[in-house]
């Protein structure tokens, strides 16, 4: 790993894109797992032989993406369905998210990890620090029902995530995403200009 990784991560509908958006305006690299996992399952991506093979021709949309609403409602309603789904998809993932961090040219690497937590110790040795965005649960709820969810849909979304708690014990820093976007930016601030004096230092520089 060539540089410096900061590992972001928070519940759905937290605020992560917006902050590693701000990240990236500040000149951090950007690592996405959701991106990534979106470019396995596109059309014509390299987890969709897998996908199919385990779950049928009924998740695959006409193409040749992964059927997202369909996928979703199965991996959300059982358990072991979204671990089938989970061991095909998240070492591809992994992979990828390693060489794109090594291959980075800026001074540090915002390495976003929506389920960083429940991950275990599969990305947690790749970091140098955890940042967490967090919010209260009645903004997150409100957030991801804006997207076209009903509420049902994201409770359990929410139920099936690490807790509240837990993701802010794992996390070195925090962001307190509850209030504005320049509030926002103002801690993405104060947290890539310490950022950089970190990684200068572990670099030698």
């Keep these: 790993m060539s540089s410096f990784v900061v590992g972001l991560t928070g519940?759905?509908?937290?605020?992560?894109?917006?902050?590693?958006?701000?990240?990236?305006e500040l000149g951090a690299g950007v690592v996405d797992t959701d991106a990534i996992a979106?470019?396995?399952?596109?059309?014509?991506?390299?987890?969709?032989?897998?996908i199919r093979a385990a779950f049928g021709d009924g998740v695959?949309?006409?193409?040749?993406?992964?059927?997202?609403?369909?996928?979703?409602?199965?991996?959300?309603?059982?358990?072991?369905?979204r671990a089938r789904l989970e061991a095909i998809l998240h070492p591809m993932i992994r992979t990828e998210a390693m060489a794109r961090c090594a291959a980075a040219a800026q001074p540090y690497v915002v390495l976003?990890?929506?389920?960083?937590?429940?991950?275990?110790?599969?990305?947690?040795q790749l970091m140098a620090r955890v940042i967490a965005v967090d919010c209260p649960e009645d903004s997150q709820v409100a957030r991801v029902m804006a997207r076209g969810l009903s509420r049902e849909q994201?409770?359990?979304?929410?139920?099936?995530?690490?807790?509240?708690?837990a993701r802010l014990a794992a996390a070195d820093d925090i962001i307190d995403n509850g209030?504005?976007?320049?509030?926002?930016?103002?801690?993405?601030?104060?947290?890539?200009?310490?950022?950089?004096?970190?990684?200068?230092?572990?670099?030698?520089?």
């Design 112 to 124: 976003v990890v929506p389920l960083l937590v429940e991950a275990g110790d599969a990305y947690r």
């Design 11 to 24: 519940g759905i509908g937290s605020g992560k894109s917006a902050a590693a958006a701000k990240f990236r």
């Design 38 to 50: 979106h470019e396995l399952t596109g059309a014509r991506g390299a987890a969709m032989p897998a």
């Design 179 to 205: 209030g504005d976007l320049a509030d926002l930016r103002r801690q993405v601030e104060a947290f890539h200009n310490g950022y950089l004096t970190l990684a200068a230092m572990s670099s030698g520089s």
């Design 154 to 165: 994201v409770e359990r979304i929410v139920a099936a995530q690490a807790t509240r708690v």
């Design 60 to 81: 695959v949309a006409a193409d040749g993406s992964l059927n997202r609403a369909v996928m979703r409602d199965l991996a959300f309603a059982d358990a072991a369905a």
